[in-house]
């Protein structure tokens, strides 16, 4: 038997066996968008079959690796294992730890979608720069996807409550940050975990939720800017399900919608904590 040629096909069944963990215990949406499973499903299949054919081969001597003809000289023994330890260790760990979900401190670097507010200035100046804004946004979205977002804006629009759904998340928080006025006084409930900037008072907070493209790496956080004399005791991470009335306000000269809470209830957190841009590519 070959070792090396056993061992390289070890370590594909390994990070198949990796990706079909993550898949049955449904990690695997806390690393990539629903839209990218085909290729996780076809990367995984792929890896378990070279991984199956290394290792019947490692137990056939038609190979020309490690034949001790003379021909081929194998790499220092010390060398081989820790180039395979590299791919080892992830494996390991991928098959006995859990993931950690995104939190407050990586929204710290990153930043958060508090809206698309306009600098004050003129408001004819703002409503025609908004309005040249969602004019570009139109013309670069497909067809379909301007459809759905102008029926679900006329939806919105005639509500007496706007209630946030992971599939709707994206599309409301645009629709509201872009009319801003056509929602005030509007009731809003809106589930998602607690953000502060260092120089928010206690009684405001972000309700913000990860937003993930295709994969984490890409992650971003929206959410709300919200006010009440219930969030003081909030702490960051924590996730709360916030019932009030939508306002707006003004945070480093824009113009945001907010949330003039009337109620706060601490929630788990989802098994989903993401929401996905599901645009299909």
Not at 169 to 194: R, S, W
Not at 233 to 242: M, S
Request: aromatic letters at 10%; one cysteine or more.
């Amino acid at each position: 038997m070959n070792n090396q040629l056993f061992l390289r096909g070890v370590l594909l069944v390994g990070f198949a066996l990796v990706m079909f963990k993550l898949i049955v215990t449904g990690q695997i949406q806390q690393f990539i968008a629903p839209k990218m499973f085909p290729f996780l499903y076809f990367a995984m299949g792929v890896l378990f079959i070279l991984g199956i054919f290394q290792i019947w081969r490692s137990d056939h001597h038609d190979h020309a690796v490690g034949c001790e003809c003379g021909h081929h000289k194998d790499n220092h023994p010390l060398k081989t294992w820790m180039i395979y330890l590299l791919f080892i260790v992830p494996i390991i760990t991928g098959l006995m730890f859990s993931s950690q979900v995104l939190d407050s401190s990586v929204a710290a670097k990153r930043g958060v979608q508090m809206g698309g507010g306009q600098k004050q200035s003129d408001p004819s100046a703002n409503a025609q720069t908004q309005s040249l804004t969602e004019s570009a946004q139109t013309e670069q979205q497909p067809a379909e996807k301007s459809i759905d977002k102008q029926q679900l804006a006329k939806k919105l629009k005639s509500a007496k409550k706007i209630e946030f759904t992971n599939e709707n998340y994206l599309a409301t928080l645009e629709i509201i940050h872009n009319h801003v006025q056509e929602f005030i006084g509007k009731e809003i409930q809106l589930t998602g975990f607690v953000y502060r900037e260092p120089d928010f008072p206690k009684g405001e907070a972000v309700i913000a939720r990860f937003a993930v493209t295709c994969c984490v790496a890409d992650a971003s956080v929206y959410g709300m800017l919200s006010n009440g004399e219930q969030l003081k005791e909030l702490k960051p991470d924590e996730w709360v399900e916030v019932k009030g009335v939508i306002g707006q306000t003004t945070y480093e000269g824009n113009i945001l919608p907010c949330i003039n809470i009337k109620t706060v209830k601490k929630v788990q957190q989802p098994d989903e904590p993401y929401v996905y841009d599901r645009t299909p590519y």
